[in-house]
């Protein structure tokens, strides 16, 4: 009942999104459906309409810093590739995730590599990201309190 549950509202967004009521898309969009809810399964847990307002506060919240990292950080890259000097020192450096769903981390991982100068190229089975910087020296420092800023509100979204 649950999977079914699940089944119908993807069915119906794959309909809004294909805006076709054909024969055999109505059957794959079923399908898509279908093998979304089973593959989703393990994270579906009871709804609990109390957290709804935190969650939604740390959605917000959580958007917004992307939101400002994504700008701030392309406004350092614009400034590296302009400067004809290119002051780069890149690195890898070890990002400890601290997340305790694998799904928290990859949000994070996401994150991080959507910021400009910043590349998660692996994700070890701790949970550390190895993450490439244009600014290997200056990222350590700025690294450990936005990960824990992150993951303080991945908690809260995911819990």
Same mark, same amino acid.
């Given at each position: 009942? *649950?999977?079914?549950?699940l089944t119908i509202p993807l069915f119906l967004v794959y309909l809004a999104l294909?805006? !076709?009521?054909? &024969? !055999? !898309?109505?059957? %794959? ?8 809810? &089973? ?9 609990? &309409?109390?957290?709804?307002?935190? *969650?939604?506060? @740390? ?5 917004? %810093?992307?939101l400002v990292d994504l700008i701030t950080s392309g406004i350092q890259v614009a ?14 450096? *070890?990002i400890p995730s601290g997340c305790e769903s694998e799904l928290a981390t990859a949000?994070?991982?996401? @994150?991080?590599?959507? #910021?400009?100068?910043?590349?998660? %190229? ?8 190895? #993450? ?6 200056? *990222? @350590? ?19």
């Amino acid at each position: 009942m *649950a999977r079914l549950r699940l089944t119908i509202p993807l069915f119906l967004v794959y309909l809004a999104l294909t805006s !076709n009521l054909a &024969w !055999n !898309n109505l059957l %794959v969009g079923l399908l898509v459906g279908a093998g979304l809810s &089973w593959l989703l399964r393990p994270l579906l847990r009871p709804f609990q &309409w109390r957290r709804l307002p935190i *969650a939604l506060l @740390a959605v917000a919240r959580y958007l917004l %810093v992307l939101l400002v990292d994504l700008i701030t950080s392309g406004i350092q890259v614009a400034r590296i590739v302009l400067d004809p000097k290119l002051p780069i020192r890149p690195g890898i450096v *070890a990002i400890p995730s601290g997340c305790e769903s694998e799904l928290a981390t990859a949000l994070s991982a996401h @994150a991080v590599s959507l #910021t400009p100068g910043e590349l998660v %190229v692996e994700v070890g089975e701790d949970g550390t990201m190895y #993450t490439h910087c244009l600014d290997a020296t200056r *990222a @350590a420092e700025y690294v450990a309190e936005a990960q824990q800023m992150r993951r303080d509100l991945l908690q809260k979204i995911l819990r």
